[in-house]
């Protein structure tokens, strides 16, 4: 059991709160393999030079990243007063959602399963 007043054990938890800006989709309706391939490309590079990787990038997973990389720029620019210059990728990552499952009809009267999986995609900035 912690000590102390309520408040004061929330204002301990917030203390260690992690400052740095970030972006989180979740329930994204691409796979965590096919999430990976993209930002595997991504991570480590500064937001400009990702971008244009994004941009050029023929997987369907790179535009719904490049909507969320846009997101974390702005969250740094207005909530952090962060210069968007200075900003690079320090970490994204892809862990895995809920996998719908849904029922395809096969040859004689048997049901194949087809599952189609999500996945919750997070990218965290930092200033160098």
């Known amino acids: 059991m912690a000590k102390g007043h309520r408040s004061q054990i929330k204002r301990e938890r917030n ?7 970030s972006a989180k989709l979740s329930y ?4 965590v393999q096919k999430a990976c391939f ?7 590079k500064d ?3 990702a971008l ?8 369907y997973a ?5 909507k969320l990389l846009e997101s974390a ?3 740094a620019e207005n909530n952090n007063g962060m210069n968007r210059d200075n900003l690079y990728i320090e970490e994204c990552y892809a862990n895995k959602g809920p996998t719908m499952k849904r029922v395809h ?3 004689q009267g048997r049901a194949y399963r087809i599952e189609k999986r999500t996945s919750h995609i997070t990218v965290v900035l930092n200033e160098r």
């Open 15 to 21: 203390a260690n709160k992690d400052t740095r800006p």
């Open 28 to 31: 994204a309706r691409v796979s």
């Open 38 to 44: 993209v930002l595997d490309a991504i991570r480590g």
């Open 47 to 49: 937001v400009q030079t």
């Open 52 to 59: 244009a990787i994004l941009a050029y990038n023929p997987r």
């Open 62 to 66: 790179s535009s719904i990243i490049k």
């Open 73 to 75: 720029i702005a969250n």
């Open 105 to 107: 009809p096969r040859a």
